[in-house]
């Protein structure tokens, strides 16, 4: 097994995640095989108790694990299915090693940081980087390892003597160390200052680790004369230094590496230059190229809680992004704070109310993630209403379903108390109940989580057409609460469609609004299985509709034979014609949901 080391030094937030995972993408596009592994040095034991505010957003596994976001990269760019364990937390080392002390696994020593946490770090690298992960039997060729915080920080110090130790036990030849740095360019002067990045390695050498490779992150890319500057100091050789400065989108960074030739400088380390191949990234290169060049917009309102920090809902934007490009159109978020829309707000800031409310009317759909609390729920609530009434395309996500069919109780069936007993208790017409699987007491891993199976009840509907009219699919949860299924028949006979259910028909996992052109609700998390190559069949309807060319995307898979349909949105009307330029176009970019490749 060979490893691959990513560090980052001077500031926090440099891209490390995804430098790593644009490294596993040039490597397998050599023709080996590729794991990962994500160290996160806080206490935490995984991710699933952080606010979104705090770390972003909280990734899930097929396996049910709770995980930092960067992992969200690793299997987007690798097209692979990690699992729990491929995320490392300070936490989860400690309480295995206390687990085994209070076992008397010990033998009575006395348990320290080294050896004891050091040797557990390199005991869970080793086993988790023989698993396999992309579908194939036997280990990987390359295990690349992110190092999340900054060298210096207090939290990483085990990590790096771990691996500092770990680097000697596998020898040379079997670990590279590729430390990302900044490299700012100040205005005053107007050129890269290369005294970060010097002091960064200094002070990752003084710890035990010495780079292969700088990987400088700039706003410009580096000259000769800079990287001879940084060779000379940092004490690695200058066709080693590579820039990765400013790119238009991220899939350009393995492009980018590429033509600085990272992939000889990383097999050459690793003694991987005889059998390796010269990597083709054309799919990379094309998908790279026509993402820049997509001019027509699609708008889309984003209605959520967590609008202050864009890594919040960073697996929606990446699921909306893979379907806008499919559908050849640029993607145009507008951030709309939930709260902003409620009443309460035109009373206390009706700027803002004024501001939310015009960017929800002006947008070609809107998107309700999902969420926890009752903050902001009722501007969700409203967000589904104006998109039902105004028939808007919509696009509900966990708590962004629920919210749905509460506001079609309290507006349809007239219950005006309708409401999920996460919110309110007490109410008399409870639509959405805690389900028993979960704990109301403990926050930690005590949800419905991970891969569960939706058995489509009628193939007809919208959503099973997306999915190639699949019988079942499998996606991934994280929720406690779930629609109230004795409130379903209510909701039916008023012409609701719960079409997808589990195997008991006792959870609904779909809902959906016949009649209108786009009003999809799951409580499932579709984005988290979206991939470039590949949209997620939801998104891809959902961003079809709003630019009024769903029945192109529904005729692809199989599931619509109409030639033509007309949509209104926002008062605009917007037919498609399949022997049209604008459809012909539309097809030549959507890929096939039922087999996953570019048509």
Same mark, same amino acid.
């Given at each position: 097994?060979?490893?691959?080391?990513?560090?980052?030094?001077?500031?926090?937030?440099?891209?490390?995640?995804? #430098?790593?995972?644009?490294?596993?993408?040039?490597?397998?596009?050599?023709?080996? /095989?590729?794991?990962?592994?994500?160290?996160?040095?806080?206490?935490?034991?995984?991710?699933?108790?952080?606010?979104?505010?705090?770390?972003?957003?909280?990734?899930?596994?097929?396996?049910?694990?709770?995980?930092?976001?960067?992992?969200?990269?690793?299997?987007?760019?690798? @097209?692979?299915?990690?699992?729990?364990?491929?995320?490392? #937390?300070?936490?989860?080392?400690?309480?295995?090693?206390?687990?085994?002390?209070?076992?008397?696994?010990?033998?009575?020593?006395?348990?320290?940081?080294?050896?004891?946490?050091?040797?557990?770090?390199?005991?869970?690298?080793?086993?988790?980087?023989?698993?396999?992960?992309?579908?194939?039997?036997?280990?990987?060729?390359?295990?690349?390892?992110?190092?999340?915080?900054?060298?210096?920080?207090?939290?990483?110090?085990?990590?790096?003597?771990?691996?500092?130790?770990?680097?000697?036990?596998?020898?040379?030849?079997?670990?590279?160390?590729?430390?990302?740095?900044?490299?700012?360019?100040?205005? !005053?002067?107007?050129?890269?200052?290369?005294?970060?990045?010097?002091?960064?390695?200094?002070?990752? /050498?003084?710890?035990?680790?010495?780079?292969?490779?700088?990987?400088?992150?700039?706003?410009?890319?580096?000259?000769?004369?800079?990287?001879?500057?940084?060779?000379?100091?940092?004490?690695?050789?200058?066709?080693?230094?590579?820039? !990765?400065?400013?790119?238009? @989108?991220?899939?350009?960074?393995?492009?980018?590496?590429?033509?600085?030739?990272?992939?000889?400088?990383?097999?050459?380390?690793?003694?991987?230059?005889?059998?390796?191949?010269?990597?083709?990234?054309?799919?990379?290169?094309?998908?790279?190229?026509?993402?820049?060049?997509?001019?027509?917009?699609?708008?889309?309102?984003?209605?959520?809680?967590?609008?202050?920090?864009?890594?919040?809902?960073?697996?929606?934007?990446?699921?909306? +992004?893979?379907?806008?490009?499919?559908?050849?159109?640029?993607?145009?978020?507008?951030?709309?704070?939930?709260?902003?829309?409620?009443?309460?707000?035109?009373?206390?800031?009706?700027?803002?109310?004024?501001?939310?409310?015009?960017?929800?009317?002006?947008?070609?759909?809107?998107?309700?993630?999902?969420?926890?609390?009752?903050?902001?729920?009722?501007?969700?609530?409203?967000?589904?209403?104006?998109?039902?009434?105004?028939?808007?395309?919509?696009?509900?996500?966990?708590?962004?379903?629920?919210?749905?069919?509460?506001?079609?109780?309290?507006?349809?069936?007239?219950?005006?108390?309708?409401?999920?007993?996460?919110?309110?208790?007490?109410?008399?017409?409870?639509? !959405?109940?805690?389900?028993?699987?979960?704990? *109301?007491?403990?926050?930690?891993?005590?949800?419905?989580?991970?891969?569960?199976?939706?058995?489509?009840?009628? +193939?007809?509907?919208?959503?099973?057409?997306?999915?190639?009219?699949?019988?079942?699919?499998?996606?991934?949860?994280?929720?406690?609460?779930?629609?109230?299924?004795?409130?379903?028949?209510?909701?039916?006979?008023?012409?609701?469609?719960?079409?997808? *259910?589990?195997?008991?028909?006792?959870?609904? &996992?779909?809902? &959906?609004?016949?009649?209108?052109?786009?009003?999809?609700?799951?409580?499932?998390?579709?984005?988290? *299985? =979206? /991939?470039?190559? *590949?949209?997620?069949?939801?998104?891809?309807?959902?961003?079809?509709?709003?630019?009024?060319?769903?029945?192109?995307?529904?005729?692809?898979?199989?599931?619509?034979?109409?030639?033509?349909?007309?949509?209104?949105?926002?008062?605009?009307?917007?037919?498609?014609?399949?022997? =049209?330029?604008?459809? @012909?176009?539309?097809?030549?970019?959507?890929?096939?949901?039922?087999?996953?490749?570019?048509?």
């Amino acid at each position: 097994m060979k490893y691959v080391l990513v560090t980052g030094g001077v500031v926090s937030g440099l891209g490390k995640g995804v #430098t790593a995972s644009s490294i596993g993408v040039l490597l397998k596009a050599c023709g080996l /095989r590729v794991t990962s592994i994500k160290i996160d040095p806080y206490l935490n034991t995984d991710a699933g108790t952080m606010s979104p505010f705090e770390h972003g957003e909280v990734f899930v596994l097929d396996d049910g694990g709770e995980v930092d976001l960067d992992l969200g990269n690793y299997e987007r760019f690798l @097209n692979i299915k990690l699992t729990r364990d491929n995320n490392i #937390t300070t936490g989860k080392i400690y309480q295995s090693v206390i687990n085994r002390e209070r076992k008397g696994d010990y033998l009575g020593k006395t348990v320290q940081v080294v050896p004891h946490i050091t040797d557990a770090i390199q005991e869970w690298i080793e086993r988790v980087a023989v698993i396999p992960v992309d579908g194939k039997e036997g280990p990987a060729d390359v295990c690349v390892i992110e190092l999340g915080g900054t060298i210096g920080d207090i939290e990483s110090m085990p990590f790096i003597e771990a691996l500092g130790q770990f680097s000697y036990r596998v020898g040379v030849g079997n670990f590279c160390l590729i430390h990302v740095s900044l490299v700012p360019v100040l205005n !005053v002067v107007g050129e890269p200052k290369t005294k970060p990045t010097q002091h960064s390695v200094r002070g990752l /050498r003084g710890l035990g680790l010495t780079p292969n490779i700088l990987a400088c992150r700039s706003t410009m890319a580096l000259d000769e004369n800079i990287k001879a500057k940084l060779s000379q100091f940092c004490h690695v050789p200058v066709e080693n230094i590579i820039t !990765v400065h400013d790119v238009p @989108n991220i899939w350009h960074i393995p492009l980018l590496l590429k033509d600085q030739k990272a992939h000889e400088a990383i097999l050459k380390v690793l003694n991987l230059l005889s059998v390796a191949q010269e990597p083709v990234l054309k799919e990379w290169s094309s998908r790279a190229e026509r993402c820049d060049k997509l001019q027509e917009p699609v708008n889309i309102a984003m209605v959520g809680k967590y609008t202050g920090h864009c890594d919040s809902y960073l697996s929606i934007i990446k699921a909306l +992004l893979h379907a806008s490009v499919a559908c050849s159109k640029k993607l145009v978020v507008d951030w709309v704070p939930a709260c902003d829309l409620e009443n309460v707000t035109d009373k206390e800031n009706p700027e803002a109310y004024k501001a939310a409310w015009k960017k929800l009317k002006g947008a070609d759909g809107i998107l309700v993630p999902g969420g926890f609390g009752d903050r902001g729920v009722q501007g969700k609530i409203l967000a589904a209403k104006y998109a039902r009434e105004n028939r808007v395309p919509y696009l509900g996500i966990c708590l962004g379903m629920q919210t749905a069919v509460i506001e079609y109780a309290r507006s349809i069936l007239g219950l005006q108390d309708a409401n999920s007993t996460e919110f309110d208790p007490k109410t008399r017409n409870p639509c !959405v109940i805690f389900m028993p699987e979960g704990s *109301k007491t403990h926050m930690g891993g005590t949800m419905r989580l991970g891969s569960r199976r939706t058995y489509f009840h009628a +193939l007809e509907c919208v959503s099973a057409k997306l999915y190639g009219n699949q019988r079942h699919i499998d996606e991934r949860h994280r929720h406690r609460y779930e629609v109230n299924p004795d409130m379903v028949a209510h909701l039916e006979s008023a012409g609701l469609s719960f079409p997808g *259910k589990d195997e008991t028909g006792r959870r609904m &996992e779909i809902v &959906e609004l016949p009649n209108h052109p786009y009003y999809v609700g799951v409580q499932f998390h579709p984005e988290f *299985k =979206s /991939r470039p190559g *590949k949209p997620s069949p939801l998104f891809l309807g959902f961003v079809a509709a709003s630019c009024g060319e769903l029945d192109v995307v529904l005729q692809r898979c199989g599931g619509q034979e109409k030639v033509s349909s007309t949509y209104h949105i926002n008062g605009r009307s917007r037919k498609v014609f399949l022997n =049209s330029k604008a459809t @012909n176009g539309l097809l030549n970019g959507v890929y096939s949901i039922c087999n996953g490749v570019p048509l």
